[in-house]
């Protein structure tokens, strides 16, 4: 089993930064490709960007393109997502997640984080 350990989600204002963390164990991290998913209260959970077991392929929602990066750091075991220009529109939950193939779906994800909370305050 992979467990996911998420971090650096808090309250900012808008045009503001955030980089989210998430800290994998116990299977090998590089075999699986990562996704961060965000919820809003009352809506559905939505893909927000994915990265390849390698890192090289990287994938990501047309409402944060341009605005988020995704990577990776096998060696440290860690998915980043760094969040730029923040919108209120941006508040959600955010989850990171493993897959065994790089995926938009969230149902291809078995492995899941616990969820930080991003705020962005207007």
């Known amino acids: 089993q992979v467990q996911l350990v998420e971090s650096g989600g808090g309250l900012v204002q808008a045009g503001g930064s955030l980089r989210l963390s998430c800290a994998a164990s116990?299977?090998?991290?590089?075999?699986?490709?990562m996704g961060w998913f965000r919820q809003a209260p009352g809506k559905e959970r939505e893909f927000v960007a994915a990265?390849?077991?390698?890192?090289?392929?990287?994938y990501y929602a047309d409402s944060v393109k341009g605005r988020f990066t995704i990577s990776r750091d096998n060696a440290k075991n860690t998915v980043y997502l760094r969040m730029n220009s923040l919108k209120p529109e941006d508040t959600a939950v955010y989850y990171c997640?493993?897959?065994?193939?790089?995926?938009?779906?969230?149902?291809?994800?078995?492995?899941w984080g616990q969820g930080t909370q991003v705020t962005v305050s207007s």
């Open positions: 116990g299977r090998t991290f590089s075999n699986y490709a």
């Open positions: 990265i390849s077991w390698s890192g090289d392929i990287t």
């Open positions: 997640a493993a897959a065994p193939a790089t995926a938009h779906d969230p149902n291809k994800y078995p492995y």
